[in-house]
């Protein structure tokens, strides 16, 4: 930085501006806003039916909002609640495909995923064979496939034993390390002390309830 210059605000990479959806003539969300900045973590907390997965449907792309606006700056990962796997095809061949889907050179990173959440004896084994959690484990796996600055997560631990759920905050940690974004849409928050933010989706819109960690600040 030259001498006198002052400091700018780092950019958010995720920003969702008056976001309004209604299903005929049921109103989910009204107004929803959120903003998330590099390497923060957020927590959208809402009841069943608030609208959590369509929030987040509409900030990942696969849903058009009726009304209001979505940008993002970087690349984007997407994990839903349900995990979208080919029931004929091993983990190994999932890595591969998405690879080439994503245009990576191989799929060494998955396979770093795989080795991090502690499912290799799987490898082999066809998506439709794997318990509940390994199958998110999976579909964790290939939403940070190709390393994505934004993560998006519909409700991620479900199904995941005491080692994985470790597992996968030390995987965030990481990720938050390495400036990514992660946002996670959860009913239920254990360990609120993680967050920069949690936010509460309520009658469609999100209310922040507290910023918990130094130094980082989010807006919704």
């Known amino acids: 930085m030259a001498p006198g210059s002052t400091p700018t605000a780092t950019a958010p990479v995720l920003r969702a501006t008056d976001i309004h959806k209604s299903y005929g003539k049921h109103p989910v969300l009204r107004g929803a806003e959120l903003t998330v900045g590099p390497g923060q ?4 907390v809402g009841e069943n039916g608030a609208g959590k997965s369509t929030l987040l449907k509409i900030l990942a792309g696969t849903l058009a909002a009726d009304r209001g ?3 993002l700056s970087g690349t984007l990962g997407h994990c839903p609640q349900q995990p979208v796997l080919n029931e004929a095809l091993t983990v190994e061949q999932h890595l591969r495909y998405f690879a080439a889907a994503h245009r990576l050179p191989d799929a060494d990173r998955g396979r770093e ?3 991090l959440l502690g499912y290799e004896r ?3 084994s066809a ?3 794997l318990s509940g959690g390994t199958r998110q484990k999976l579909n964790l796996t290939l939403a940070l496939l190709h390393d994505p600055d934004v993560l998006l997560l519909d409700e991620p631990y479900q199904g995941f034993d005491w080692e994985t759920y470790l597992r996968f905050w030390d995987l965030v940690d990481d990720l ?4 990514k974004a992660v946002v996670i849409i959860t009913h239920l928050v254990f360990e609120q002390d993680r967050f920069d933010l949690l936010a509460d989706l309520s009658d469609g819109r ?3 309830r507290t910023a ?3 130094g980082h600040h989010v807006g919704a």
């Open 113 to 115: 995923l795989v080795r």
């Open 127 to 129: 998506a439709g064979e």
């Open 69 to 71: 606006e979505v940008t």
């Open 41 to 44: 973590l957020v927590a959208v």
């Open 212 to 214: 918990s960690r130094e």
């Open 176 to 179: 938050r390390a390495r400036g």
């Open 122 to 124: 799987y490898g082999r």
């Open 206 to 208: 999100l209310t922040p």
